[in-house]
């Protein structure tokens, strides 16, 4: 199994400043069609998760520009610039390269 | 607008069964791969199980592989979740998902005696 790895976060993070949630998985997540297949969730308190990003970097629908991902086959980065209270909740990279499917165990944010 | 709304759920004793339902509405729900992921209380993330569009493709987590069954209904749009010789670590908050997003509001499953 993948096994998906997330460091965590210096909470609490000023409200304007910017932070960055890292992901590692065990193996790459970079397809032989170009495509990085990693997906970036956040789940707000007593709230399901909810899609930011696919394919390590694209922004799903309606997700605020202060959002990015980037990374390489098996190190990852979501950046939000500028926090704001909303962003508050934990931050879950999932791997859906194969199965089973894996999530990383989760970053809280906490604003200042 | 896309929703998922789950059912289902409650307490049930060790070794008992419970069947969950996710009813699918906003989009044309025969036309995409569905997932059931859960969270226990308090803990991250665990997928469960995922079934393509047209039932061909099913896959388990190892930790349910034979004791549940994920099934569809595209004529009800609606998706299953057939849980049986339940243990005290499947209690969780039970999600429906079309493929990435969006997500069911989640059906809580507790099992104990």
């Known amino acids: 199994d993948i096994v998906m790895t997330q460091g965590a976060l210096p909470n609490p993070v000023p409200s304007g400043e910017s932070a960055s949630i890292t992901c590692q998985s065990s193996k790459s997540l970079l397809h032989s069609n170009g495509k990085t297949y990693l997906n970036w969730y956040l789940q707000r308190p007593g709230q399901s998760p909810q899609l930011l990003i696919y394919w390590m970097s694209t922004r799903a629908s309606g997700v605020s520009d202060r959002f990015s991902g980037s990374g390489s086959g098996t190190d990852f980065t979501l950046k939000i610039s500028s926090v704001e209270a909303e962003d508050v909740g934990v931050y879950y990279c999932?791997?859906?390269?194969?199965?089973?499917?894996?999530f990383g165990s989760g970053t809280k944010l906490e604003i200042k | 607008e896309v929703q998922l709304v789950e059912s289902g759920g409650g307490l049930v004793q060790p070794g008992r069964s419970l069947k969950l339902s996710c009813l699918a509405s906003g989009f044309t729900f025969s036309n995409y791969g569905m997932n059931w992921i859960r969270q226990a209380p308090g803990k991250g993330l665990e997928w469960v199980a995922s079934?393509?569009?047209?039932?061909?493709?099913?896959y388990y987590a190892d930790t349910v592989k034979g004791r549940f069954t994920i099934s569809r209904d595209n004529a009800k749009n609606t998706l299953y979740l057939q849980m049986t010789s339940l243990r005290s670590e499947d209690t969780a908050l039970y999600y429906c998902?079309?493929?990435?997003?969006?997500w069911g509001q989640g059906a809580s499953v507790t099992v104990s005696s």
């Open positions: 079934i393509s569009s047209s039932s061909s493709y099913i």
């Open positions: 999932q791997q859906f390269l194969e199965y089973p499917l894996t």
């Open positions: 998902a079309r493929g990435a997003t969006p």
